[in-house]
């Protein structure tokens, strides 16, 4: 199932995507149902619906299949809804993991004439909720600050159920599902601040992620996605998630440790290579360009660059 935030007729809602890519207004196909689930999908709040009770996905799943049968067509949106982050206010700091596939940290010790290669444990860093933008939303550039923008295809996992030391063997039980996410990072800024990732990864529009979550019941395996993206049509990066070093399963037990992960909770699970910075010349990205995002079995992420 495709779960959506959208703006529709000035009104922020949850949605479901429909096989012909129609948008289903939860809150308006379950206002006949009671119970806490329904309460959940009429919240019109993807934070909500995520950490609502188990059955929850069950009702919404059900509404999708009456849907999909011709009935409630008076909750069926509209053409023109706005397609938002999918959350578009986040509880917390985006989790992000760093130097997660082998080709990746090679380029990057290439281009920057070092030799760290594969770390122990994973790398972690965060992204800002400023940081959030939703499809088709400005990737936005700050020339004064950086010439240096670039580009990080990634999946991102969406925790569902909170835990806290979740041992590897149960942490696919606490994904709710999964999304694009498109790590816009400053390597001139990252360098400057002593070559920690916040400062260069955190500006304001640095984090595109979308179209929608797709739930974890329907990626038969996350670790066998083909990952790609462009830039003005041309082909930077086309890899596979089976190329990851820390499995999502590692990840998860690694960050949680001592740390309870939340519903809602985003985790971006690192970027294959191809990245700007380590091309020969190196190659950033300017104002006007188009970045396309693409994760076979969840969809694309299209955005542009803005220079303010």
């Known amino acids: 199932m495709r779960l959506a935030t959208v703006s529709a007729s000035g009104e922020e809602m949850c949605a479901a995507v429909l096989s012909d890519d129609r948008l289903l207004s939860l809150s308006k196909a379950a206002r006949h149902l009671t119970g806490p689930a329904a309460e959940a999908l009429k919240a019109n709040s993807m934070l909500l619906l995520i950490g609502g009770p188990p059955e929850t996905l069950d009702v919404a799943r059900g509404l999708v299949g009456d849907a999909e049968a011709g009935s409630l067509g008076t909750a069926i949106l509209a053409e023109g809804a706005k397609l938002l982050a999918p959350i578009p206010a986040i509880r917390k700091n985006v ?8 080709e ?16 122990e444990y994973p790398v972690f860093f965060t992204k800002p909720p400023t940081s959030i933008v939703g499809p088709g939303g400005d990737v936005l550039t700050f020339p004064s600050i950086s010439k240096q923008t670039d580009y990080e295809v990634e999946l991102a996992v969406i925790i569902g159920t909170p835990g806290r030391n979740i041992a590897r063997a149960d942490a696919m039980k606490h994904v709710f599902g999964y999304t694009i996410l498109n790590d816009i990072s400053a390597r001139d800024v990252q360098r400057r601040h002593g070559g920690q990732n916040f400062k260069g990864k955190a500006f304001d529009g640095s984090c595109p992620m979308g179209p929608w979550i797709v739930t974890a019941d329907a990626i038969d395996d996350p670790h066998a996605l083909p990952i790609s993206l462009t830039v003005n049509g041309e082909t930077r990066q086309d890899g596979n998630t089976r190329d990851m070093i820390f499995d999502i399963e590692t990840l998860i037990a690694s960050l949680s440790e001592g740390m309870t992960l939340e519903p809602g909770d985003i985790i971006a699970t690192g970027t294959p290579s191809g990245v700007g910075y380590a091309m020969d010349p190196p190659c950033f990205l300017k104002d006007g360009d188009s970045v396309v995002c693409n994760i076979s079995g969840i969809g694309t992420l299209t955005n542009s660059v803005r220079a303010v």
Do not use: M, P, S, W
């Open 95 to 102: 989790l992000c993991v760093g130097r997660n596939y082998a």
């Open 104 to 119: 990746h940290i090679a380029e990057g010790d290439r281009a920057q004439k070092q030799k760290v290669g594969v770390t």
